[in-house]
């Protein structure tokens, strides 16, 4: 267990980023506490929370569940840093990491909360009134495909209307389903049960972002079994649409749904590679997609960070290669990894595509880590420590909303632990924070 003392620095002294310098791109260093979260696993700050934080207009929501469970839901006004805070009736199993909590504001500023997913039912609420955060009783989305339900994703659309992303089925079986809320009507309807279908042989394991021009766009890697080590390659999708119909990245379009032999292969990555699932990307205001994740090239023997981008309609893959540990990935549940997986964001300086990660790893003393990259078409990062103390088991989620509309960057903070395959820790729990700095785009400019 953690000293009280500890604590306190966690909260108060977490900041070493120097700022002062030109060189340096990012700036307005803040960190915003709110309360205290459950820490004994990593089910606060899993990477595939959509969202832990998401802005509307001047507010900013977020979600965590406290020591016993239960979620807890808060808003502020981003020009403060006091938080208003509830604690909800629902409850989640929270030794079980999967479990998170997924929040998003549609365009009318109703909430929507989705938590307590892993193969079961759908656990979902949505705001009485706008600007609320006095949520519904658990109700349906559609009644359809909500019996298996893992992975809860929403994604907001330029319109006001929101995607909600899940799968259905388990791992290696799963399907990949995509359902549409409509503002106008206040409701909710299946676009998809099976948009990319594992033939009940392997599932697809995502992730996705929408652009500010409200094309989604989706990668992924497929598993054909339970077992982590039968990840292998990366494919794409996307639609300019909301989600209707789909293409690859040449403009043609799919025949739905998507399978093995259907999929674009952006980059082939055999089985036992180290290839981790469910990581991150990013849309540039121009519709570029960057893809982030690790893995291990055939000549090297240390799983590295890459990031796959399509430049000039042709899919390129950069090697950051900074890392010096290797290990493994195999077996099922949540694995406790010396690194986490990576959230990628981009913005343009000039005429430069600039890209920024975001990760934890224990060689670098597992702080929060950036590697930033202000002209992608150079292999030159530049390694920063953003804190000064461990956040243990601790990966990356950030404000999307945010980045998207301001390009302000907040992340969601707290020291969690993680025992390998569903292993429940015994620490105190920890504070809940916002991380916050925007990206110095001038800097590094040439």
Not at 147 to 167: C, H, I, M, Q, W
Request: aromatic residues 12%.
């Amino acid at each position: 267990m953690r000293s009280p003392l500890k604590n306190i620095l966690f909260c108060y002294g977490v900041l070493l980023f120097s700022i002062s310098s030109n060189a340096q791109p990012v700036k307005k260093v803040k960190v915003i506490s709110a309360g205290l979260g459950w820490a004994n696993n990593s089910i606060n700050t899993v990477v595939f929370r959509k969202n832990s934080l998401c802005t509307y207009k001047d507010v900013q929501y977020i979600s965590y569940y406290n020591n016993d469970g239960v979620v807890v839901l808060g808003k502020r006004k981003l020009s403060s840093t006091k938080w208003d805070l509830i604690t909800t009736d629902f409850k989640g199993n929270a030794t079980d990491a999967h479990n998170s909590i997924s929040i998003m504001v549609d365009g009318g500023g109703f909430l929507h909360l989705a938590w307590n997913h892993h193969n079961n039912l759908l656990h979902y609420s949505k705001s009485l009134k706008p600007g609320s955060l006095q949520m519904t009783a658990e109700i349906p989305m559609t009644g359809f495909h909500e019996k298996a339900v893992t992975y809860p994703e929403f994604y907001s659309l330029p319109d006001g209307n929101l995607l909600f992303f899940y799968r259905d089925g388990q791992s290696g079986q799963g399907n990949l389903v995509i359902n549409k809320y409509i503002l106008k009507e206040k409701k909710w309807k299946q676009l998809y049960s099976n948009l990319i279908d594992g033939e009940q042989k392997r599932n697809a394991y995502w992730q996705a972002c929408v652009d500010v021009k409200g094309t989604v766009h989706i990668s992924w890697v497929w598993r054909e079994t339970a077992d982590v080590a039968s990840n292998h390659d990366m494919c794409y999708a996307r639609s300019s649409d909301g989600g209707i119909t789909w293409e690859n990245s040449k403009g043609e379009k799919y025949n739905l749904p998507i399978n093995a032999t259907t999929a674009e292969y952006i980059c082939h990555i055999p089985q036992k590679s180290e290839l981790i699932n469910q990581t991150s990307m990013y849309a540039d205001d121009d519709g570029i997609p960057f893809i982030a994740s690790y893995w291990k090239d055939e000549k090297d023997s240390v799983p590295q960070f890459h990031v796959i981008y399509n430049i000039g309609n042709q899919w390129k893959i950069q090697n950051l290669g900074f890392r010096k540990t290797p290990f493994t990935l195999s077996g099922a549940g949540t694995k406790r990894i010396p690194v986490s997986r990576p959230q990628i964001i981009g913005w343009s300086s000039r005429t430069k595509k600039c890209v920024a990660i975001i990760f934890r790893d224990e060689e670098r003393g597992n702080k929060v880590s950036v590697a930033m990259n202000t002209d992608i078409t150079s292999n030159e990062w530049k390694l920063r420590n953003v804190t000064s103390i461990s956040v243990g088991q601790w990966e990356p989620s950030y404000d999307t909303e945010l980045w998207k509309k301001r390009k302000q960057l907040n992340l969601f903070l707290q020291f969690t632990d993680q025992k390998d395959a569903e292993g429940e820790a015994a620490i105190a729990p920890q504070k809940v924070s916002v991380l916050g700095f925007e990206i110095n785009s001038d800097a590094n400019s040439k």
